[in-house]
Structures are given as structure tokens and as C-alpha cells.
């Protein structure tokens, strides 16, 4: 599995939307039963890093990596988790100022 190259922390603020995973079934009469589905049933559905102070080859390295996944997922440890976890790319945009370049993700966890 891949890890993906850049080590320093994104811009804050960083945040991710988390959205539990159920299964549910409705009975009539206004009843139903909903459960977790699995046991990977809390996944961040989507978080967008930034990094803005980004060297040349910082972020060319990154686009070589992210290019380079053809939608296999990559492993990451955000600002908010100890660990890495599994993430698949949805998105990225590149930029650069006069001085510094900058590389946003948006990325969504995967069990």
C-alpha cells in the first residue's frame, strides 16, 4: 500500500465530515429498525487538506504520487487520527503564489 509522501500536517483549520455507515428496514406503520453496517461503520465520507508552503519539489512529488494511484487508495495519517488509515482520492487542485505552492485533496476514508 502507498503512503503518501508529504509529512507535514496540512493548514489549519483541518476538519473531516464523518458519517456513519447503517443499514435499515421499515416495517410499516411508522416502525423500523436501523443497525451499523459493519464494523468499520464510522468513515470520514470526506476531508480537504490544504498545504500552502509547499516547495517546488515538495509538490511535484505530490502529483507524481497522486497521478500515479489510478484510483487505488493510499495511506495517510491526518492531523486528527494517531494512525494511518486507508483514503482514496476524490479530487486535487495545485496553485502556487510568487513564493510558495500549494497543493488541495479532497480525499474520503475507505474500510
Do not use: C
Not at 476531508?47 to 504520487?65: C, D, G, R
Not at 500515479?68 to 495519517?77: E, N, P, V
Not at 488509515?85 to 510558495?100: D, F, I
Request: proline fraction near 7%; glycine fraction near 8%.
Amino acid at each position: 500500500m502507498a503512503v503518501f509522501p508529504i509529512t507535514i500536517n496540512p493548514d489549519a483549520p483541518f476538519e473531516h465530515v464523518v458519517k456513519p455507515r447503517v443499514r435499515g428496514v421499515s416495517f410499516g406503520d411508522g416502525y423500523g429498525q436501523v443497525a451499523a453496517d459493519g464494523i468499520n461503520d464510522f468513515l470520514v465520507e470526506s476531508a480537504s487538506p490544504v498545504w500552502s508552503n509547499l516547495t517546488s519539489s515538495e509538490l511535484q512529488t505530490a502529483e507524481t504520487f497522486l497521478k500515479g494511484l489510478r484510483g487505488a487508495s493510499f495511506q495517510w495519517t491526518s492531523p486528527l487520527h494517531t494512525t494511518q488509515r486507508k483514503w482514496r482520492l476524490v479530487e486535487y487542485s495545485p496553485g502556487a503564489s510568487r513564493t510558495n505552492f500549494m497543493l488541495k485533496m479532497t480525499i474520503k476514508e475507505v474500510p
